[in-house]
């Protein structure tokens, strides 16, 4: 299977039509790089602002998860982030390109300037892909940037993003016009919902196991509410998978 052809059947699979809601105009986050591991081996980093260290920032928090976790992939966060250094977007677009791991770059309207085209950058070096709502137009970076049409639509209202980017474990929006969307195009079960206590119950109801017997509960995986960031997991460990079978 060629390259081309390996996006062509990725997109496929992880396609999605397009969901709509209402954005808001909101301000920049300029936070630092934040790091963590998303379901067992998914690198997730999100950046506030592509400024001057962003290439080093990024190798240096992807290095720290990878010291005790065998990472599949990287979801790079560009939600609300800005900035108008366009040496170092491409900087990091080149590292995130010779590091030739599955990744996914998740956009909005609110994406700006450098962060624009470090996104547009990753996608025309084949680096990876990007999800999310289309930013809206924008020359802070001091360029006539093109608009950034994601290859995978999923819009989700402004203040649901940003409490999904402080917990994308919470409850799902309120108002969410299109609450299944995300479910019925899953590729990839997120999680088993089948819980340890259901497990057990079927063993004892088959007579495998004394229902008197202590049975050792495993905790229960918490499921990311963030319609983004979830896609984003599903297409990483979709794009895993593949690769392990080319191997």
Known sequence: ??????????????????????????????????????????AYLRAGQVGKNLADEIRAAQGALAVSNK????????????????????????????EKMPLAILVNGQTRG???????????????????????????????????????????????????????????????PHPAAAEKNDFLPFVDHTTEADLVRAKIKDGDQDENSAPQLAPQLQVIRDPVLARAVDLIKGLAVVRASRA
């Open 71 to 98: 990472i599949a992939g990287t979801v790079l966060d560009l939600r609300f982030a800005g900035g108008d250094d366009l040496d170092s977007a491409r900087a990091t677009a080149d590292w995130f390109a010779a």
């Open 1 to 42: 299977m060629t390259r081309r052809s390996l996006w062509i059947f990725v997109l496929a699979l992880a396609g999605l039509p397009a969901v709509q809601s209402s954005l808001r105009a909101d301000t920049t986050d300029t936070a630092p790089v934040k790091s963590a591991v998303l379901a067992g081996n998914v």
């Open 114 to 176: 450098a962060a624009v085209a470090l996104a547009a950058d990753l996608r025309d070096k084949r680096a990876g892909l990007v999800l999310g709502s289309t930013p809206e137009p924008d020359a802070s970076a001091g360029a006539n940037l093109p608009p950034l049409q994601p290859d995978i639509i999923v819009a989700v209202a402004l203040d649901d993003e940003r409490d999904f980017q402080q917990n994308p474990y919470g409850p799902p929006p309120q108002n969410d």
